[in-house]
């Protein structure tokens, strides 16, 4: 498949609105694989340490991490039929990436290679191919899981590294097929940490990874490798007006995979926490400045969700500060479960820490009044 391209919004509300509705959050814009149309929302969120993490990367050199992970990276070719415009049916081929996740067979990949698929097939580094079944997806990460019965031999595993630990600057390579072009190898470094992506089903993406590795069409799925040949990513979507590589990707990160990709074997799907909101930032620095404490002001608030049942109200105005708009009217939520919350990331990952069902406390501020109030989480929708 080809990765989506990106469009970076400079209000960043409009993002965060997109992840907090999830939250209550190939290559494509989404950036690696996917639709050509319409952008995908990419937005850099700032983290504050009192100190870098350190890198427990070794430092191997590109050919080396190709010599120790290139038969673990595999082709994959999606087909699926759709209408013709003369009638009947017509066949189409989607072509990305991924790579061996366990002996039992399941490779990762994105969810927008193989949605819709009505067929499968995996081409290893040999040459030798294999149908495969999709065994589940969660659009709301663009991850799925496709398996494979093939010999053992064919079934070189890649290790899953820890991109928690990653640093900037740290140097990193992309496998892939880019154009169908197998076991393709980009090397370049991690530009930044902690982007947010949009989702095939619009939702946020936290704590991506930017690479100016080069990424093409077809590497959507792919690994991203750190120093010492593990997956800390897979290569998802790029930032592009072109339509090709500008040197701006975009990786899901390792967490998220380690996360995600179990449970998709273990039920074939994945269910998220969900508040139903939409949010924008309102930080600190201009807080005073529109008479609102810092934290997250409500935009939206969907009908039938948690966050309605709350009684949780949306804005109903606007305020610019320096030529930013700020949302104005309506609640801001400044604490989950005691926790202080400062943007849509922090609010997004409390609810995603959460399953459906479990009850939290949304801590809001209405017209200089803060209050508490218990929430039952619901399921994002899909």
Do not use: C
């Not at 969120?45 to 990276?73: D, F, N, R």
């Not at 939290?360 to 399921?379: A, P």
Request: no cysteine; aromatic share 4%.
């Amino acid at each position: 498949m080809k990765p989506r391209t990106t469009r970076t919004l400079t209000v960043t509300g409009a993002l965060v609105a997109a992840a907090a509705i999830g939250a209550g959050g190939g290559a494509a814009t989404f950036a690696a694989l996917g639709s050509e149309d319409g952008p995908t929302v990419v937005r850099q969120v700032t983290v504050k340490s009192s100190e870098p993490a350190a890198s427990t990367s070794e430092s191997l050199s590109v050919s080396q991490i190709y010599e120790k992970a290139y038969k673990g990276v595999v082709e994959i070719t999606a087909t699926s039929t759709q209408s013709s415009p003369t009638g009947g049916e017509q066949e189409q081929q989607g072509q990305g990436s991924g790579f061996v996740y366990d002996s039992d067979g399941h490779i990762v990949t994105n969810d927008h290679v193989v949605e819709g698929a009505q067929s499968v097939s995996v081409r290893f580094w040999d040459g030798s191919t294999y149908d495969a079944t999709v065994v589940g997806t969660d659009p709301s990460t663009d991850l799925a899981v496709i398996k494979v019965d093939a010999p053992a031999s064919k079934l070189v595993t890649l290790e899953v590294g820890d991109s928690t630990q990653l640093t900037v600057g740290e140097s990193v390579v992309a496998m892939g097929s880019p154009f169908g072009l197998e076991e393709t190898v980009t090397s370049g470094i991690v530009s930044a940490l902690n982007r947010q992506m949009t989702s095939p089903n619009n939702f946020t993406i936290n704590n991506s990874i930017q690479t100016d590795a080069a990424i093409n069409h077809g590497n959507s799925g792919g690994p991203l490798l750190n120093g010492a040949g593990q997956v800390i990513g897979v290569n998802t979507q790029i930032r592009s007006d072109s339509g090709g590589s500008d040197g701006i990707g975009f990786a899901i990160p390792s967490s998220t995979v380690s996360s995600i990709v179990p449970q998709i074997i273990s039920s074939g799907s994945v269910e998220h926490a969900y508040l139903g909101v939409g949010v924008a930032s309102i930080p600190g620095t201009v807080a005073d400045e529109i008479g609102l404490p810092a934290g997250v002001e409500v935009t939206e608030v969907r009908q039938g969700t948690p966050a309605a049942e709350a009684g949780l109200k949306a804005a109903t105005g606007s305020a610019t500060v320096d030529g930013q708009s700020y949302p104005t009217g309506g609640d801001v939520i400044t604490a989950v479960d005691g926790k202080a919350i400062t943007d849509g990331a922090a609010l997004q990952s409390a609810i995603d820490a959460k399953k459906p069902g479990d009850s939290v406390s949304i801590t809001y501020s209405r017209n200089g009044k803060s209050t508490t109030v218990q929430v039952s989480l619901g399921t994002r929708p899909s």
